[in-house]
Each structure stands twice: as structure tokens, then as C-alpha cells.
């Protein structure tokens, strides 16, 4: 649900890059990588919003002068690994077309998200059909009016008014 308002907003904040999805559905794989890993529905949200994976350190670790204790609690953040310019060419831009997008949105190693494939699935059924069925799609309210929920360790928009 988070992923498909996050798709929705970019693309009508970008009506170029909707209109392209509409007029290619070859695009919609890359699209939804892209949307999986574009770090945040609005700007500044993720600093605001906690988000992170959680871990426990089972030895003492030092992390770029940190030393994190063992069995400390760690939240490892996978949107600002999406947005390493050292992976990421450009990566506070959102390209529905990259074609190099190793995101770490379901997770990495030994606990990946087994429900991945089932996401991807409906992701692309979802952005595939949207744009081509409402090509006018637009936001029902100034984006300053959304508001991110910050009950929830994902975050997400509260609600997310369209028109068309
Ligand atoms: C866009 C949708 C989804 C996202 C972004 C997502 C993300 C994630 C992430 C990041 C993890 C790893 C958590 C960790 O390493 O601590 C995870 C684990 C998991 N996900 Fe998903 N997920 C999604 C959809 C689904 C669906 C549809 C299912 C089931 C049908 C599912 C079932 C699970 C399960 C069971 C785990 C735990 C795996 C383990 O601990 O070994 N997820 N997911």
C-alpha cells in the first residue's frame, strides 16, 4: 500500500515520466524498481520518520569510529542505501527508465523478503494498467497538505487524494 501511494505521487508529480510509462508498458518493470527504491513519498520525510531494519550486534563492531556493543539494537536504514552515490548514479533522481537499481527495499541476505515476487507482481499489474487508465491523474490537494503516518516504523501517507 506504502509503495503504491509513493508510485502514484512521483508520478503525478512528474507527468513526463508518466505519460512515458503510459505510452511504453515495457517501462513498468524498471519503473517499479525505481518507485521500490526512491527513498521517500515526500521531501524531508525520511529524516522525520525512523525507518530502519532491526538488528542486534552479536560482537563488538566499530563502524566508521562507532562502536556499537555487542547485543546493542541497530536500525539499519535501506533508504539511505538507496541512495548511495557510490551505487546510485544521480540518486536523488527519480528515472523510471535506470536500468542499474540493486535497491535494498525488501531487505538483503538471510531474511529477504519472501513476498518480493508477490510485491513485484502486483506493483507492475498495478503501474502498468494506472497511467494508460487514468492518464490525467493528478494530486486532489497541495502536496504540503499530505501528511506521512508516523505510528508505523515504515512511515507512509496518511491518505492520498487524487483526481483525474
Ligand atoms: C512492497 C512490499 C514489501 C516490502 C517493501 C517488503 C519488505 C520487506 C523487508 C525489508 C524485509 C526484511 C526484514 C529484515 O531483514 O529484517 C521483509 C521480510 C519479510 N517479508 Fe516482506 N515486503 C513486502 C511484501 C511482502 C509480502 C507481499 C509478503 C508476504 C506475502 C511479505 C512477507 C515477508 C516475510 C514473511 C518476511 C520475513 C522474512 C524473514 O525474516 O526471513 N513481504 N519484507
Redesign the pocket.
Known sequence: M??IDRGVLRLCADPGQRSALAADSGLVGRAVEEI?RFPTALPGASAAVPVG???YAHADIDVSGVTIAAGELVLLN?RAANCDPEVFADPEQFDIARTDNPH?????????????P??RI??QALFEMLPARFPTLRLAVPVEELRTKTNLI?GGLTELPVTW
Open positions: 506504502n509503495v521500490l531494519l532491526t538488528r535501506p535494498l527495499t525488501f531487505g538483503h541476505g538471510a531474511h529477504f523478503c519472501p513476498g518480493a508477490l510485491a502486483e506493483l515504515f
